[in-house]
Nanobody, 122 residues
Framework: QVQLVESGGGLVQAGGSLRLSCAAS????????MGWFRQAPGKEREFVAA????????YYADSVKGRFTISRDNARNTVYLQMNSLRPEDTAIYYC???????????????WGQGTQVTVSS
């Protein structure tokens, strides 16, 4: 069973930056594609970014393209989300998930972390 633990969330002013981390344990990290999703109050969980098992390909939601960067370190069993130029509409709980094949849909992600809150003030 894979365990995922997110960290790095917090309160930041608009235009600021945060770096989220998601540490994995209990499985072979390099066997899983990883994704970041977010969920704001009253809204469904939405795709943010995803990365293939090797890190060779990345995918982004249009709303974050050019501002966020997903990366992974398979030696450290960790996936990252660098978030720059943050906006109030980026406020949400951010979750990382893992699945065998990369996907931009939350369906099929077998494992999820507990989430980390990101709040962007205007």
């Amino acid at each position: 069973q894979v365990q995922l633990v997110e960290s790095g969330g917090g309160l930041v002013q608009a235009g600021g930056s945060l770096r989220l981390s998601c540490a994995a344990s209990g499985g072979t990290f390099s066997s899983y594609a990883m994704g970041w999703f977010r969920q704001a109050p009253g809204k469904e969980r939405e795709f943010v970014a995803a990365i293939t098992r090797s890190g060779g390909s990345t995918y982004y939601a249009d709303s974050v393209k050019g501002r966020f960067t997903i990366s992974r370190d398979n030696a450290r069993n960790t996936v990252y989300l660098q978030m720059n130029s943050l906006r109030p509409e980026d406020t949400a709980i951010y979750y990382c998930g893992s699945r065998m094949a990369v996907s931009t849909s939350p369906r099929g992600y077998a494992y999820w972390g507990q989430g980390t809150q990101v709040t962007v003030s205007s």
